[in-house]
């Protein structure tokens, strides 16, 4: 009996970049000297973790943003390269180290995330309080800015940050209410908006961002906008998605250029005070031009 063979099944190609999202390597002598700093004070940057487009824009004029609590990540989010595992041992030094290189940088303007440490009781809040007090102690001139994760809901750990005074708390929303099952699994859209609203409430200087072309729909993002300034948000950045891995999950579209423009029209009608949209833009991209 004879048998047809089976057609070999071929990966649907991944849709080409526009121009507009095109940008050059990074090269250049500040490029150097920060990636070397970096490394000597053993220190980890969401630019390089998280492969960001903006890396070569960024350290090239000598900004770049720290990502402390080591480069191992407890949560499985679909759109993220940061590798996910168990962590090493939490490293209590960093903070000094990280003051250290943000005073060499002599930055005005620094900006501290972190991987999730969901084994840890506080998340490494502590680790955020340190650090942003060890930079104020080095360079008291320069404004800080977190992008703390969810902290699972333990609001105690969100009130040791805001209790060290950040001048932007900044916790990213990502995607639509409908796609965090499958963009942030370990994540939960309410936690998100009564986070920014406690740091509200606290007094802080509040921003967060999401992502577009990963299945969202345009009335959604604007749904999302809406429930943003329900809480009184302050800051909104709103980029594009791009595919880290081919495990990652897959660009749905390529947001135009006009669109991103329109929804920052839409933001800033709402009454957000600043907005950054556009192809490129990531949660701290000009994040020094966001506050005056």
Same mark, same amino acid.
């Given at each position: 009996?004879?048998?047809?063979?089976?057609?070999?099944?071929?990966?649907?190609?991944?849709?080409r970049r526009p121009e507009w999202l095109k940008v050059g390597l990074p090269r250049g002598e500040n490029y150097a000297e920060i990636k070397?700093?970096?490394? =000597?004070?053993? +220190?980890?940057?969401?630019?390089? #973790?998280?492969?960001? *487009?903006?890396?070569?824009?960024? &350290? $090239? %004029?000598?900004?770049?943003?720290?990502?402390?609590?080591?480069?191992?990540?407890?949560?499985?989010?679909?759109?993220?390269?940061?590798?996910?595992?168990?962590?090493?041992?939490?490293?209590?030094?960093?903070?000094?180290?990280?003051?250290?290189?943000?005073?060499?940088?002599?930055?005005?303007?620094?900006?501290?995330?972190?991987?999730?440490?969901?084994?840890?009781?506080?998340?490494?809040?502590?680790?955020?309080?340190?650090?942003?007090?060890?930079? =104020?102690?080095? +360079?008291?001139?320069?404004?800080? #800015?977190?992008?703390? *994760?969810?902290?699972?809901?333990? &609001? $105690? %750990?969100?009130?040791?940050?805001?209790?060290?005074?950040?001048?932007?708390?900044?916790?990213?929303?990502?995607?639509?209410?409908?796609?965090?099952?499958?963009?942030?699994?370990?994540?939960?859209?309410?936690?998100?908006?009564?986070?920014?609203?406690?740091?509200?409430?606290?007094?802080?200087?509040?921003?967060?961002?999401?992502?577009?072309?990963?299945?969202?729909?345009?009335?959604?993002?604007?749904?999302?906008?809406?429930?943003?300034?329900?809480?009184?948000?302050?800051?909104?950045?709103?980029?594009?998605?791009?595919?880290?891995?081919?495990?990652?999950?897959?660009?749905?579209?390529?947001?135009?250029?006009?669109?991103?423009?329109?929804?920052?029209?839409?933001?800033?009608?709402?009454?957000?005070?600043?907005?950054?949209?556009?192809?490129?833009?990531?949660?701290?991209?000009?994040?020094?031009q966001q506050v005056s």
């Amino acid at each position: 009996m004879s048998t047809t063979p089976t057609e070999p099944q071929t990966e649907a190609p991944r849709p080409r970049r526009p121009e507009w999202l095109k940008v050059g390597l990074p090269r250049g002598e500040n490029y150097a000297e920060i990636k070397g700093l970096v490394q =000597r004070h053993r +220190l980890h940057t969401v630019c390089e #973790e998280a492969r960001c *487009p903006n890396v070569g824009e960024c &350290w $090239s %004029a000598g900004t770049a943003t720290f990502m402390i609590l080591g480069d191992t990540c407890t949560r499985s989010c679909g759109f993220c390269a940061v590798k996910t595992g168990r962590p090493a041992t939490l490293d209590l030094d960093e903070p000094r180290r990280l003051a250290e290189a943000v005073q060499k940088m002599n930055l005005t303007h620094a900006v501290i995330t972190s991987v999730n440490r969901d084994e840890l009781p506080d998340g490494g809040a502590a680790i955020f309080a340190e650090s942003i007090g060890a930079i =104020r102690r080095a +360079l008291p001139a320069c404004r800080v #800015e977190v992008l703390i *994760p969810d902290f699972r809901g333990v &609001w $105690s %750990a969100l009130q040791t940050v805001l209790d060290a005074a950040p001048d932007i708390l900044n916790h990213n929303t990502e995607t639509v209410p409908r796609l965090y099952s499958r963009v942030r699994p370990q994540a939960r859209y309410e936690r998100t908006l009564e986070l920014l609203q406690r740091a509200k409430t606290h007094g802080a200087f509040t921003k967060t961002g999401i992502m577009a072309g990963i299945g969202e729909h345009d009335d959604e993002v604007i749904e999302v906008m809406r429930d943003l300034r329900a809480v009184d948000c302050d800051v909104l950045t709103i980029g594009q998605y791009l595919q880290p891995t081919k495990e990652h999950l897959p660009v749905e579209r390529f947001v135009t250029p006009d669109t991103f423009a329109h929804w920052r029209r839409e933001a800033l009608a709402m009454g957000f005070r600043y907005c950054e949209s556009g192809p490129l833009v990531r949660s701290s991209y000009h994040a020094e031009q966001q506050v005056s």
